[in-house]
T-cell receptor
Framework: NAGVTQTPKFQVLKTGQSMTLQCAQD?????MYWYRQDPGMGLRLIYY???????DKGEVPNGYNVSRLNKREFSLRLESAAPSQTSVYFC???????????FGSGTRLTVV | SQQGEEDPQALSIQEGENATMNCSYK?????LQWYRQNSGRGLVHLIL?????REKHSGRLRVTLDTSKKSSSLLITASRAADTASYFC?????????????FGKGTRLSVIA
């Protein structure tokens, strides 16, 4: 099925470890986004890529880096995980126009 | 910072009743969207209303937008148990990918059979 695929679905890290969350879409969308969702906080934007070759910071970028590898793939890296980064991470993509975002199913990350 | 704020935070109704959720936002927008999130899942886009529209329908969903009050409402008619989910409003200031959606904190809807 066409859509946004995120890997892994679950991950437990120790404080200080690093990891990369992967996201890929097969809808030929130009824009891709990383959000985190914490209880009672809704979704907050970490980074986004409006088009291939560009990335920009969102509301909560500290502690994260991103790479827009090609039009399909947009990865999120935690260089040195902290307990405050325990969250559910969602990737989304968007085609320019009066449309909504397509979301992946999320990565549930726990940092101990 | 959150652009949209949903109200109420939680809503519990009987199957067959109508459910109304409200969203207020702070700055001018290009469009406003509503999403549904089932427990443990990603968000699913429900409906988009442009800033020059006042009302929009999609199946059992009715969305209104009042730009003078910076508010929107989502009405779900004849609710079903399957409508149990969290509902989020999201606003966008411009039409392109350079203006990301800003989400509210959501309304948790429980529909009791």
């Amino acid at each position: 099925n066409a859509g946004v695929t995120q890997t892994p679905k679950f991950q437990v890290l120790k404080t200080g470890q690093s990891m990369t969350l992967q996201c890929a879409q097969d809808m030929n969308h130009n824009s891709m986004y990383w959000y985190r969702q914490d209880p009672g906080m809704g979704l907050r934007l970490i980074y986004y890529s409006a088009s291939e070759g560009t990335t920009d910071k969102g509301e909560v970028p500290n502690g994260y880096n991103v790479s827009r590898l090609n039009k399909r793939e947009f990865s999120l890296r935690l260089e040195s995980a902290a307990p405050s980064q325990t969250s559910v991470y969602f990737c989304a993509s968007y085609a320019t126009g009066p449309y909504g975002y397509t979301f992946g199913s999320g990565t549930r990350l726990t940092v101990v | 910072s959150q652009q949209g704020e949903e109200d109420p935070q939680a809503l519990s109704i009987q199957e067959g009743e109508n459910a109304t959720m409200n969203c207020s936002y702070k700055t001018s927008i290009n469009n406003l969207q509503w999403y549904r999130q089932n427990s443990g899942r990603g968000l699913v886009h429900l409906i988009l209303i442009r800033s020059n529209e006042r009302e929009k329908h999609s199946g059992r969903l009715r969305v209104t937008l009042d730009t003078s009050k910076k508010s929107s409402s989502l009405l779900i008619t004849a609710s079903r148990a399957a409508d149990t989910a969290s509902y989020f409003c999201a606003t966008r200031r411009g039409p392109s990918g350079n203006t990301p959606l800003v989400f509210g904190k959501g309304t948790r809807l429980s529909v009791i059979a």
